[in-house]
């Protein structure tokens, strides 16, 4: 006869929050970033929990909670990029968004630099100088290299200044979390 799958209890709040909060630190994302294996990490997260006095949570526990708070962000910001839409906002919105917000800065950051090299060009055309047609080359490739560094330059102070803000925000958060998720 086959036996009953017991199932584990809800999550409390408390919980989710501690969880949310100990997988958000810098320090753990560093290291989720760096794993080429994640379970060992999700089994530390386990443990954390159980030092933070929440029992009878394992790595699969924690990463299918975390999977499914990140689903529903995700969906939540999908559904508030559509025009017309009233915007949405699940648990611990706010705190996932600062954590994933950094990576899609990254992401948009690389994507908008490869459109920047094609599109911001200034460009000399023929017959606007009197120049030979090998100083015209030499000016054309001047110029694109120079607007496409500067723009690139632009960019990548404005993703500085955002890192470093989300950095901060970090910090912050995780100097005020709860003394249970410490």
């Not at 526990?61 to 025009?83: D, F, G, I």
């Not at 954590?99 to 023929?126: F, H, P, T, W």
């Not at 015209?136 to 330059?153: D, G, L, M, R, W």
Request: glycine share 4%; with cysteine; charged share 30%.
């Amino acid at each position: 006869m086959k036996k009953a799958r017991k199932r584990a209890p809800n999550w409390s709040n408390e919980e989710q929050a501690c969880l949310v909060s100990i997988w958000s630190a810098p320090d753990m994302q560093e290291k989720f970033k760096k794993a080429t294996r994640k379970w060992p990490l999700w089994e530390e997260m386990g443990k954390m929990l159980e030092r933070a006095g929440f029992y009878g949570r394992d790595a699969k526990q924690c990463e299918a909670l975390m999977h499914r708070l990140k689903s529903t962000y995700y969906r939540c910001v999908n559904h508030n990029r559509q025009p017309g839409n009233e915007p949405q906002y699940c648990a611990f919105y706010n705190e996932i968004d600062a954590v994933l917000s950094q990576k899609d800065a990254c992401k948009s950051y690389v994507e908008s630099d490869e459109e920047s090299r094609v599109s911001d060009g200034d460009l000399v055309l023929e017959g606007e100088r009197g120049d030979s047609d090998e100083e015209k080359n030499n000016i054309n490739n001047n110029n694109t290299v120079n607007s496409s560094s500067n723009v690139n330059q632009d960019h990548l102070k404005q993703f500085v200044e955002q890192l470093a803000e989300t950095q901060l925000q970090n910090q912050l958060k995780a100097s005020y979390l709860p003394l249970y998720c410490r």
